[in-house]
Each structure stands twice: as C-alpha cells, then as structure tokens.
Nanobody
C-alpha cells in the first residue's frame, strides 16, 4: 500500500555534492520519523541521519557539518543534501520511514525502506 522511491544518486568527485530525494506514496495517514542509511561493500548498514516529523535532525558524527537532512511534509518527501563528499561516503543509500497507512478501514504502522540508490565518490 505504501512505497518509498529514491532518486539523486550518482558518481561525483571528492569534494563534490549530491542531493538525494525519497518520496513516499500510497494510502498514507501520517509519517513519523524519516531517515537515511547507507551500506558500503562488505560492511553493515549504518544510520546516516534521521529527522522527526517536527523537523529535528540527528546525524552520525562522520557526516556532521557536511550532510543536511530535511523533509517536505506536504510532499511526503525526505532529502539528504551531501556536500564535501569523500571516498568513504561511497555506498548504497537507503531511505527509511515510519508510516501509518490506511487498509480496510483501519490504520496500521510499519517501517518502510526505499530500494536504495548508489553514491560513488571518486578520489
């Protein structure tokens, strides 16, 4: 009933910038926290940044001062602006959202994931 669609990944040189977007669609009642995670080859998926429904952000230390998470509640979309990218930022980036959705006259809660988008930073 709900899906998250990501866009904005790609190849960039060290020091460059990218902006990721993730739009939620479907029978949405409300969206609570949204976030971005990443998984590099051979490593576990790690949290990058989260943002509450009220707009309060939280970042992993390695991206503080370089990445900015934001959201547009009217569009059910979360963004990740990534500046001063480094080779160690290379990973597949996944968006994540805690969503309440309609089904059969009831409201349910579930955590959804996007399909992932590749970010590659060349040195």
């Amino acid at each position: 009933q709900v899906q998250l669609v990501e866009s904005g990944g790609g190849l960039v040189q060290t020091g460059g910038s990218l902006r990721l977007s993730c739009a939620a669609s479907g029978s949405i009642f409300s969206i609570n926290a949204m976030g971005w995670y990443r998984q590099a080859p051979g490593k576990q998926r790690e949290l990058v940044a989260t943002i509450t429904s009220g707009g309060s952000p939280n970042y992993v230390d390695s991206v503080k001062g370089r990445f900015t998470i934001s959201r547009d509640n009217a569009k059910n979309t979360v963004y990740l602006q990534m500046n001063n990218l480094k080779p160690e930022d290379t990973a597949v980036y996944y968006c994540n959202a805690d969503i309440q959705y309609y089904s059969g006259g009831y409201v349910y809660s579930k955590t959804y994931w996007g399909q992932g988008t590749q970010v590659t930073v060349s040195s």
